[in-house]
């Protein structure tokens, strides 16, 4: 059974608009948190992390959200630009990580 | 700029062939991974090292094994391929302090 799970597999937002990536796992003893971005034909990028003592993390244009009672985390876009069409993955755990399904983001011009 | 290189971008290789994937490191990260990227099922671990010599399972071990004789680089080898094990597969490093891990650009396999 899946730790980390992405229930949506795409997203499709307007250039300009907020996305948002959602994330749910299901070990309370997590402690941290990672997104990561995928172009085709290339590996995974580090985007952002939260640790577990953190309940938001910001870093320009992106922000993830942690809600630990509810063992959810997400990741804001704003604003959302075309160069920002992706998958993106995210990735909990201690020491090892699992990672979710991934959804697919499509920014429209 | 950490780099993570693969030896391959494809291969296509024989049902019941021995492959080998190499990956290799040039920033002395101690942790290396090996994934297999599936549709719907996002990365799968398959061998983890902390250490030159060490290794441990990941979730989906079964079919594979490692080596990591020396700290900057660490191959996947499939011992007797199987058309199951079609699949695109990254390699990854994490320094020993951090969570962050850094992924090479993935071996897409075919195994026919």
């Known amino acids: 059974d899946q730790q980390v799970k992405q229930n949506s597999p795409s997203l499709s937002v307007q250039e300009g608009r907020i996305s948002i990536l959602n994330c749910d796992y299901t070990?309370?003893?997590?402690?941290?948190f990672l997104w990561y971005k995928k172009y085709p034909a290339e590996g995974p990028t580090f985007l952002i992390s939260i640790s577990s003592i953190k309940d938001k993390n910001e870093d320009g244009r992106f922000t993830v959200f942690l809600n630990k009672s509810a063992k959810h985390l997400s990741l804001h876009i704003v604003p959302s630009q075309p160069g920002d069409s992706a998958v993106y993955f995210c990735?909990?755990?201690?020491?090892?990580?699992?990672f979710g399904s991934g959804t697919k983001l499509n920014v429209k011009p | 700029d950490v780099k993570v290189t693969q030896s391959s971008r494809y291969l296509v290789k024989r049902t019941g062939e021995k492959v080998f994937l190499e990956c290799v490191q040039d920033?002395?990260?101690?942790?290396m991974f090996w994934y297999r990227q599936d549709p719907g099922l996002g990365l799968r671990l398959i061998y983890f090292?902390?250490?030159?010599?060490?290794?441990e399972k990941g979730d989906i071990p079964e079919g594979y094994s490692v080596s990591r004789e020396k700290k900057e680089r660490f191959s996947l080898i499939l011992e007797s391929a199987s058309t199951n094990q079609t699949s695109m597969y990254l390699c990854a490093s994490r320094p020993v302090q951090g969570h962050e891990q850094y992924f090479g650009p993935g071996t897409r396999l075919t195994v026919t």
């Open positions: 990735a909990a755990g201690l020491y090892k990580f699992y």
């Open positions: 070990n309370s003893m997590f402690d941290y």
């Open positions: 920033m002395d990260h101690e942790n």
């Open positions: 090292s902390y250490d030159v010599k060490m290794k």
